[in-house]
Nanobody, 124 residues
Framework: QVQLVESGGGLVQAGGSLMLSCAAS????????MGWFRQTPGKERDFVAA????????YYNEDVKGRFTISRDNAKNSVYLQMNSLEPDDTAVYYC?????????????????WGQGTQVTVSS
């Protein structure tokens, strides 16, 4: 069983930065696609970024492209999301997710494993 634990969320002013971490346990996830999603109350879980296991190819939501960077450290079985130039609209609970393979890593439904989420609040 895979467990994902996010950390690094918090309160930050607009224009600031945060780095989220997701630590995986249960099995090596080096070959897995890892994704970050976010959700606000009453809304669907939205894709933020993903990184493939085999090639390290990255995918981004257009709203965060150029501001957020996803990366992974397979030796630590972890994935990260560096968030810069944060805006109040980035406020959400951020979730880490994993799936063994994916043609369309932007869709939340395809992911098999999810973390509990970490709150990110950006004040104006």
């Amino acid at each position: 069983q895979v467990q994902l634990v996010e950390s690094g969320g918090g309160l930050v002013q607009a224009g600031g930065s945060l780095m989220l971490s997701c630590a995986a346990s249960g099995r090596p996830l080096a070959s897995y696609v890892m994704g970050w999603f976010r959700q606000t109350p009453g809304k669907e879980r939205d894709f933020v970024a993903a990184i493939s296991g085999s090639t390290g190819r990255t995918y981004y939501n257009e709203d965060v492209k150029g501001r957020f960077t996803i990366s992974r450290d397979n030796a630590k079985n972890s994935v990260y999301l560096q968030m810069n130039s944060l805006e109040p609209d980035d406020t959400a609970v951020y979730y880490c997710a994993a799936v063994s393979s994916a043609r369309a890593p932007t869709r939340a439904l395809i992911y098999d494993y999810w973390g509990q989420g970490t709150q990110v609040t950006v004040s104006s």
